[in-house]
Every structure is written in C-alpha cells, then in structure tokens.
C-alpha cells in the first residue's frame, strides 16, 4: 500500500515538473523591438540601381510602311518593297486591294533600350536603330513626351550606335573598366523587357571573351561572305526582348557592358533547354565609336536614317565638306532596281540641288568607284575637301511619288558635284 501511493506522488511531482517547464516555453516572451526600430535590409546591387535607373531610357524605331496597289514600289528597309518586304501587294499592282489607293504610314516598327552617356547623349544597339526612319526616347512609363533622336556614330559589326537627343533632361552614368571585370563579380542588367521599363535583374559574370558568331556577315573583295565574332561577357542576369541597348551595370553604379542577346534551345539542338545565358557588349568595346561621336567624327552607316554626307534627317558633322543629300542604301530588289544609295531628299541651296540631284536618283558610282551602299558612299566622300568636286553617275527612275516609291523604269545620267561646307549651305 505505501508503495503504491509513493508511485503516485511521484506521479504527481512528475506532471508539476512537466507543467512548469511547458509553462515556461509557452508562456515566456520575447523581447520586443521598439516601435522606432527598423529593419535594414543589405543588398549589393540597391545604391547602384538607385544611382543609375532613371539614365536608362525606351528607344523606339519608327519605320514608313508604304500600301502600294498600283505597281510602283520601293525597296527594303529605308522603304519596303511590298512584294520583298511582306507588304500586301506583289510588285505589280494585282495584289490584295488592288484597287485601293496607294497610301504610306510612318509606324513603330520596334522597342529597345538606351543609357545616357553624357549630357544629350544614349548609347544602344545597333540593330535597335537599324533602319529606322525617326527615332524617339522615351523616358519611364511616359509615352507622350518623346525626343527625338538622331544617329550621330554607329559600328555595325559592334553592334553598337550613339543617339544625339537633344533636350534630354537626364543624367549620364560613369562608364565602367570591362577589362577589370572577373567572372563572379555581382552585375546588374537595367532596361524595358516587353514594356516594364526600367526592369533591373541582377546576377554575375559567367564567363568572359565569349566568342560570339553574328547573324550579320560580310562579304570580302571576292564576294565571300565572312561571320562576324564579337567577344562578349557572359551573365546570368535576364535579359529579354526590350533589354538590348541598355545598361550592364557593376555595384558601385558604373556601366561596363550592353546587353545584347540571350540564347535559346534553338541555338544548339531542338531539344535543348537554355536558361541564363546572356551575352553583353563589353564598354570598352563601344568606347571608340562613343568617342568618335561626342568629337563629332561619327560615321553614320548604311541600315540608318542616314545623312550620308552631313544635315538632313541625321543632323550630321557641321564643318565637313558634303553634297546635300540624305541618302537610304538599296535593298536587294532581284535586279529590278540598281544597287547604291538612294536619294531620300535633296538640301536646298545645297551643291547636289545645284548639280541636278533629284530625289529618287540612286547613285550607283562615285568618283570613278562602284558604290552598293551608304557607307561606301561615306568613305568616298570622307577623303574629299570643299571645292573638290565629285562625278556622280545615278539611276534615275521614270516616276517618283511625293511619298519617295519609284518606277523600275528609268535612266543613267552622269552629274558633277562640288563639294562645299555644312555651315555654307543654306538649309
């Protein structure tokens, strides 16, 4: 009997110590922070988003889409051609609405990024402005309030392009040592993917010197088309459609890279699946071309709305000896029109007006030389002085409309040029 009831009071002992210890988890509080106290949150990349973010601009490209029914047509790119260009008729006048009058609308072909280099100043890409028949910044979300903006140095085998924007009320950012990058180091990518302007994604550096194969290539004196490889920084920061042209920025805020492209499964094997590979413009890369461009050496090229030799729609280099003329290279046509840099306008008072330049004439040779593009016709011209004068053979067409489509009828006629000064000319 004494034993049982020892059992039992131990019992009880027992459940008491176990109550008190529950009571004591339970029911002990934790000291409380103060009402006044807040919580710091550390990130490496929030001072250097904040000091940069508002420098990275939209860069819209707006190119003319001609509706041509009656058969005249122009070429791709500067003025699409409807059978080559995807338009609705096929070159002849017995497309789709045949009977509809011919028409041409100024539309937004495309949207990338910029980053503010210096006061007036947006580096991007160059197949973000390629093509483009005007160019507007836009600043945040605000689509209304647009600048234009204007090609004043371009590298296409960089893919690299320096916009002139004037009025532009935004701060540059510091440019950065790409060389001094290591793989590891924290970047963040800032732009405007499909429409979220000013989206930041961060991570590190991949790799670096990533040889990378461009879709673009070039032919050599033969006619043998040659790749173009660019060596670019790897990341695993996103970058989307939108994102070209825009910033690569390390932690202390400096611009160091351009994001350019991501790849795909596409890019190895049907089946693969690709994440996080992106490839950016080291900045040391573009600095040449940005240099060139805030001395006002720039060199516009071919695929731009290009003033081939000085004002017009690209505000060119003042003090240069020029001819007067905005010019578009042609696109292949399949021999239906000469290849060489077609006459968008004519300046007036300008040395081509005086010469007899007209706009829809194509110039095909200068100075003796075959000319397929706009940047032959710069290089040409580039090594002239004022008061040289230039022979000038062009193409030109029987019928040009008020909107610039052309016949595929016409004539070679030889004119003679003198070259005088941007300042002199009367605009």
Known sequence: MRKIMNKKVLGVIALALVCVFAGTVIGASQPSASAEEKVVLTSPFTEAIAKVRDSVVGVNNYQIV????????????????????????????????YNQPDSSEEVKYGSGSGVVIEKEYVLTNYH?????????????????????????????????????????????????????LVIGDWVVNIGNPIGFTGTATAGIVSGLNREIESDNSKPDKYGKNTPVVNSMIQT??????????????????????????????TRYSSNAAVESIGMCIPINEAKDVIEAALSGKG?????????????????????????????????????????????????????????????????VEVNGQVITTVTEEIEIISQLKEGDEVAVRVWRP??????????????????????????????
Do not use: C
């Open 66 to 97: 001609n509706n041509n029914y009656g058969g005249y047509d122009n070429f791709g790119g500067y003025f699409p051609w409807s059978y080559f260009g995807g338009g609705y008729g096929n070159g002849y006048g017995n497309g789709y609405g």
């Open 128 to 180: 973000v402005v390629e093509g483009a028949h005007s160019l507007k910044i836009s600043i945040g979300d605000d689509e209304k309030n647009l600048y234009d903006a204007t090609v004043v140095a371009s590298d296409s085998d960089k893919d690299v392009a320096v916009l002139k924007v004037p009025g532009l009320p935004l701060e540059p950012v510091e440019l950065g040592d790409s060389d001094e």
């Open 236 to 265: 695993d920061a996103a970058i989307n459609s939108g994102n070209s042209g825009g910033g690569m920025f390390n932690t202390a805020g400096q611009l160091v890279g351009i994001p350019t492209l991501k790849y795909t499964g």
């Open 299 to 363: 060199n516009v090229e071919e695929g731009q709305q290009a003033a081939a030799d000085g004002e017009g729609t690209t505000g060119g280099l003042t003090g240069k000896p020029r001819m007067g003329v905005t010019v578009s290279t042609v696109k292949d046509t399949n021999g239906q029109l000469p290849r060489g840099a077609y006459v968008v306008s004519v300046d007036e008072g300008s040395p081509a007006e005086a010469a007899g330049l007209k706009k829809g004439d194509i110039m």
């Open 398 to 427: 029987e019928n040009v409309s008020e909107d610039g489509r052309i016949s595929t009828e016409g004539d070679y006629i030889d004119l003679t040029v003198k070259l005088a000064v941007v300042d002199e000319i009367a605009q």
